[in-house]
């Protein structure tokens, strides 16, 4: 940091000077080692002056209490999904570079007697000042710049940093983007996709996806297994309402099973396979009066089960030989099409 600064200085009393250079002269001056220090009075006056002039800006950087900064909403990262895994680490490059070297973006707010500043880029570095701070690092503080932004502005500040962050999941993406074409655009997507310099039919599949609903998210392990392209596909067979019924009830299901798996250490289904039970549930709803019969296929597109019959009587199913299905997957497979009979009215009477 010291070097940059030092570079920085001087850039400043040269002739070659660039409007947006890091921190302010002051700043500058205290950390420069003794032989920049030698500029002469003249030159540093210079120097002043064209900050004052705003030939040159002074990039101001904060030392702050995470505690007094709010996070802004209209961030795509979802705060409450940071933790001490998925920021380990960044957490461990703090403590061993001695804080925080990388500025956070905030800006000021007003009327919130517990907050001075929110983050409008920088997220994870505040959960992770904040963690170290419970946690044997109590005088670590949250460096931050200040900048004036309009919620548009802040908007696309925050999505350029996100779009390099392979930890923001696309469904929060996806999520964020509807968010912000309510509120920045007036609904325009053309306005949207060109203020952002992005595909408008790229950025259709996104706002798609966001309308994906939360029941249906927690069949997943993880609402970041949800991945846009097979998304999608999803967002689009929840068009169809009776195909959104039997998603629905199927989704249902498998929270049930997840939830399950976790309470006994198992792990979660992969998100391809919970996609797969999902797009299948309706696939064999021929109509609302009279549902088809339930068939399950392999990936190899062999038939491993199929319901022969569903009434009062009961409920016939049928194995079939040479699937290559193993028992998980039977298993898997007799779930599916119990839940499916269930979500078409056909389910087993208590």
């Given at each position: 940091m010291a070097r940059k600064q030092a570079d920085y200085l001087s850039a400043?009393?040269?002739?070659e000077a660039e409007e947006g250079g890091p921190p302010s002269p002051a700043l500058v001056a205290e950390r420069t080692p003794e032989r920049t220090r030698g500029t002469t009075l003249l030159g540093r006056e210079s120097a002043l002056a064209r900050v004052a002039s705003g030939e040159v800006r002074q990039v101001t950087q904060l030392l702050l209490d995470p505690a007094r900064v709010r996070i802004w909403p209209g961030n795509a990262r979802a705060y409450a999904h940071l933790s001490e895994e998925n920021c380990r680490e960044l957490i461990d490059s703090i403590v061993a570079e001695g804080g925080q070297k990388v500025p956070a973006v905030v800006r000021r707010v007003e009327g919130d007697a517990l907050h001075d500043y929110e983050v409008?880029?920088?997220?994870r570095r505040h959960w992770s000042i904040s963690w170290l701070r419970s946690h044997s690092y109590p005088d670590m503080r949250f460096v931050a710049q200040v900048a004036d932004l309009d919620d548009e502005a802040a908007f696309r500040l925050a999505d350029l940093e996100n779009r390099a962050r392979k930890d923001v999941s696309d469904l929060e993406r996806a999520r964020n983007y509807a968010t912000a074409l309510a509120d920045h655009y007036g609904n325009h997507l053309t306005r949207m996709a060109e203020r952002l310099k992005l595909s408008k039919g790229w950025l259709s599949k996104m706002i798609k996806v966001a309308g994906i609903p939360d029941a249906v998210i927690a069949a997943f392990a993880s609402p970041g297994d949800v991945q846009l392209k097979p998304a999608y596909a999803l967002a689009q067979a929840l068009d169809d309402k009776g195909a959104a019924k039997a998603i629905a009830a199927m989704a249902k299901q498998i929270a049930k099973e997840q939830a399950a798996r976790r309470d006994d250490g198992h792990p979660p289904y992969p998100a391809?396979?919970?996609l797969r039970r999902l797009l299948v549930a309706p696939a064999f709803v021929g109509g609302?009066?009279?549902p088809e019969p339930y068939r399950y296929a392999t990936r190899h597109g062999r038939t491993a089960l199929s319901v022969q019959s569903a009434n009062r009587q009961g409920v016939t199913i049928r194995l079939h030989a040479g699937?290559?299905?193993?028992?998980?997957?039977l298993v898997s497979a007799l779930r599916d099409a119990l839940a499916h009979l269930e979500a078409t009215g056909q389910g087993l009477q208590p």
């Open positions: 400043l009393l040269s002739d409008i880029a920088g997220t391809a396979d919970v609302e009066d009279k699937s290559g299905a193993d028992t998980d997957e």
